[in-house]
C-alpha cells in the first residue's frame, strides 16, 4: 500500500475525489486573467449572444439599450428640473439639470449593479442542464452577466456623452473620463465577486434570491441615488456609516468622473437648502456681492470658503453653516480606492468560495 | 501506469447526497456535519477498466444503473465520490444533443455557439462550420431559428456540431440513433470512422445491437456495480440472460425492456420466453457461426410459454449486416407456423446460405400472436460471419449464369418484326 503523501503525488495527473487545495485555489485566482483569456471567444459569443436575445425579434432591435436611459433620464430632467423648479429658485443658469443629471447617473450604475445580481443569484441553478451536459467552466455564466449589464450601463454612458457634448444641459466631461477603465474593471470585479458568492449560496438554498431581492431594494436606499448625503443636515451624523457603503463610492466616483462634482455639489446643496442659500444670497447681495459667487463656487478653496462664511456671520449669523459642510466625500481617488479594495476582496473571497463549491453544483442544480 | 493507454479508471464511484428538506441541510451545515441531515445514494461504485486507442467500451444496463452517471464523471461534468481516473488526450463528451441550444437563435449561430462551449474558438469553428452544415443536411433551415425545427431536425444538428470536432476520446450517451434511418446510417458511418482512425469511444446504449456492433468489450452495470465486463458479445449475453431469468422477479428491469408485455407489471404472471438459441449447420450438432456463403444452416430456439391459450406466440429472425443494413427477416406469422405447447425447441432450416461476405447480427423475437408486439429480443452468442472465395460485390449471391446469344442487334430485329 501506498503512503498517503505517495498517493498523493501519484495523483497529480489523475482526476479524483480530492478537493481542490488552497494552494490550487489561490493560484486559480491568480490566474483569473489567463481564464478570462483562453475562454475570450465563449465569453464574447455568450455576452453578445445575451444582449442579442433581449432584442431579438424587437422592432427597435439595438436601439433599446439607448432608448431606456434616454427615457430615465428624460423623466429626471423633467420632475427635477421643470416640475419642481419653482420650489428651487437659486440655480444659476446652465445648471438647471443638476439634480437630474446627478440621478440619473446614479440610477444609470446602479441598475447595472442591481440587474447584475438580481439575474445573476439565480445563473447556476437556472443553467443546470447545460453544468450537467457539457463540461465548461461555470464560471464564466456569473461574469456573463455583469458584461451584459456593463455593456446596457455603457450605452446610456455614450448617450449621456452624446448628449452634453451636443446639447447645453449639462457640461460635457472632459480629462476625468481616464478614469473610466479602471472604474468599469472595479465595478465588473465588485459585482462578479458578489454574484459568484449568491449564486453558489443560491445552489445549495434556495432562499437566498428572496433574501437577495429584499436586500437589493434596501440597499438601493441606503445608496444615496435619489439623495444628496452633503445636503440633508438630519444625516449627516450618519456620513460616516454611509461610507461604509462601497456603493456610494462607485457612484460618488461615477459622477464626479461625468459631472463636475464640486460645482454640483453646491449647487445642489444650494437647491435643497434653497431657504437658507437664498437669505445667505440676499445677504450677500445687500452686501454688494453678486449671487454667482455662492452658488457657483467651482472648486473653492479654503480660503475662499473661509472669507464667505466670515462675510456670512457678519452679515447674517444664522446661515455660516452652508458652505463648511461641501467638502464630505470629495476625493475621487480615496473613494476609487476605498471601492477597489471592496472590489478585490469581494473578487478573491467570492472567486474561492465558488471553485471550492463548483465540483457540487452539477450534482445539486 | 502504461502511457499508451487513453482512459484508465480505478476505483471509481460516485454517490449522491440527498436531503429530505432545506432545513436538514442547514442544520447539518451549523453543526458542523454532527447532526447528519442527509442520506447517501450511491450511484456508481468501485468501477475498474482501462482503454486503450482505437478501442470502444460499450455499457449495458436498466434505468438507474448508473451508466448515466459513469459517463457523467469521465465526461467531467461532475466529481467523483471515491476513487480516480485519467485521460490521455481530447475528450469530447455528447451527453445530450444540443444542450445549450438557444431557439431564438438560427442553426448557424447555434452551430457556432455550441462548438465553443465545447471548447473550441471561434476561428475552429469557422473553418468547420460548412463540413457541419452539410453533414446535417437541414438545407435552408440552417438560417432559420431554431424553434421552427422538428425534434428530429434538433437532434440532427446536434448531432452534427458533436462529431465535427475531433477528439482523441468521445463519450456519447445513447444519443447516436437519433433522427430518421438514413440520418441514423450516417451517424453510425461516423462513429465507425472515428474507430477506425484510432479513436477511443466510450457509449452507452439500450439497443444492444449498437453495443455489439460498435464495441469491442462492454460493461454490464446492475444498480451501480459492474455485473459483467469483458468482450462486447459475452457481456450483452450476460445482461441478456440475467433479464430472461429475472422477468417476473426484477419489476425495474422488466418495466424497461418490456415495457407493454402483459403482466409486466405483475410478477407473478409467467411471461413467455426464448431460453437460448444456436446456430448448427443444418443437420448436424457442429456450432458454427463462422460459415461460408452457399452453406446449408439451421436456427434452433428454445422456447417456453406458460399460457399458450391466453397468449399465442410467434418467432422472428432477422439478418443484419454490421452496417444495420437489413438483409432478410422471417418469422412464423409470415410463414403460417404454429408453435404448441408450453415449450419447444424450433428450428428454422436454411439451406443454401447464399449471403456475400459480412459480419451479420442475428436478433431472434419473440412476438405476440399477431406479430406485432415483440416480448424478447435475443442476441445469439455470436455473430455470423460469413465468407467467400469469389470476388462478386453485393449483399447476395445471386443465381446466375452467362450464355452466348443471338448476335443480331436487338434493334433492329424489333424492325425487322414490325
Known sequence: MDTPSQTQLDDRDWVTSRPPALLEILGRVLTFPGTVVRHRD?????????????????????????????????????????LLSFKMPALPPGQESAMGVYMFIGVLVWAAFAESIGV????????????????????????????????????GVAMYLVGTATTSVWDAPGVLLLWVPLLLLLQILFTYGLILILSTLQVFLRDTAQVVSIGITVWMFLTPLFWVPEAIPQISKYV??????????????????????SSVLTTVQSSVNGDTIYRANEALTRAGFPDSQLLTFDNPSAAAIQQTNELLGQIEPSTNVVVTQLHLSHDLMQSVGIFGIWAVGFFVVGYCFFIMAQRRFADEV | MSAENS??????????????????????????????????????????????????????????????????????????????????????????????FHMDFTGRANIFMNGIMMGYSRKEMASKVDEIIDFAELGSYIDEPVRTYSSGMGLRLGFSVAVAVDPDIMIID????????????????????????????????????????????????????????????????EYTSFQRDHIGTEGASLADEYPDAPGAKDPTKQLPKITEARMYRMDTDEEAYEVHSGDSIELRIWWENPNPDTMPINLGMGLLRQDMTTCGGMGTHLDDYKLEG?????????????????????PILLMDGEGVH??????LPENLVVRNETKEVGLFRIEHEWAAGDPTPAKSKAEAQA
Not at chain 1, 455568450?46 to 439607448?66: D, K, M, N, Y
Not at chain 2, 470502444?56 to 461534468?77: E, F, R
Not at chain 2, 430518421?180 to 446510417?185: L, V
Not at chain 2, 472515428?194 to 452495470?221: M, N
Open chain 1, 42 to 82: 465563449l465569453i464574447y459569443s455568450s455576452v453578445r449572444r445575451e444582449l442579442a436575445t433581449r432584442f431579438q425579434g424587437t422592432l427597435l432591435g439595438f436601439l433599446w439599450p439607448l432608448v431606456h436611459p434616454l427615457f430615465i433620464f428624460a423623466v429626471y430632467y423633467f420632475i427635477f428640473t421643470k
Open chain 2, 174 to 237: 445513447e444519443v447516436f440513433a437519433v433522427g430518421d434511418m438514413y440520418f441514423q446510417k450516417k451517424c453510425i458511418d461516423r462513429i465507425y470512422d472515428f474507430k477506425k482512425r484510432g479513436k477511443t469511444i466510450l457509449f452507452c446504449s439500450h439497443s444492444l445491437y449498437d453495443v455489439r456492433q460498435l464495441c469491442d468489450d462492454a460493461i454490464w452495470l446492475k444498480n451501480g456495480e459492474v455485473a459483467a465486463i469483458g468482450s462486447s458479445v459475452h457481456t450483452t449475453n
Open chain 1, 120 to 155: 445573476g443569484c439565480n445563473i447556476i441553478v437556472d443553467n443546470g442542464n447545460l453544468i450537467k451536459k457539457l463540461a465548461f467552466p461555470s464560471e464564466i455564466l456569473p461574469l456573463n452577466i455583469v458584461l451584459v449589464n456593463i455593456v446596457t450601463m455603457l450605452f
Open chain 1, 240 to 261: 460616516p456609516w454611509i461610507q461604509m457603503n462601497p456603493m456610494n463610492h462607485l457612484v460618488f466616483a461615477w459622477r464626479e468622473v461625468l459631472m463636475n462634482v
Open chain 2, 7 to 100: 482512459l484508465e479508471v480505478e476505483g471509481l464511484g460516485k454517490s449522491y447526497r440527498m436531503y429530505k428538506s432545506p432545513f436538514r441541510r442547514v442544520t447539518e451545515v451549523l453543526t458542523r456535519g454532527a447532526i447528519r441531515g442527509h442520506e447517501e445514494f450511491w450511484a456508481l461504485q468501485d468501477v475498474n477498466f482501462t482503454m486503450k486507442p482505437g478501442t470502444s467500451l460499450g455499457l449495458c444496463g436498466a434505468n438507474g444503473a448508473g451508466k448515466s452517471t459513469l459517463l457523467k464523471v469521465l465526461a467531467g461534468t461532475t466529481t467523483p465520490t471515491t476513487g480516480r481516473y485519467r485521460m490521455n488526450g481530447r475528450v469530447a463528451s455528447l451527453l445530450e444533443l444540443g444542450a445549450g
Open chain 2, 374 to 379: 415483440k416480448y424478447q429480443e435475443f442476441l
Open chain 2, 342 to 362: 408450453t415449450s419447444g425447441c424450433t428450428v428454422l432450416k436454411i439451406p443454401n446460405l447464399n449471403l456475400l461476405a459480412g459480419q451479420f447480427l442475428i
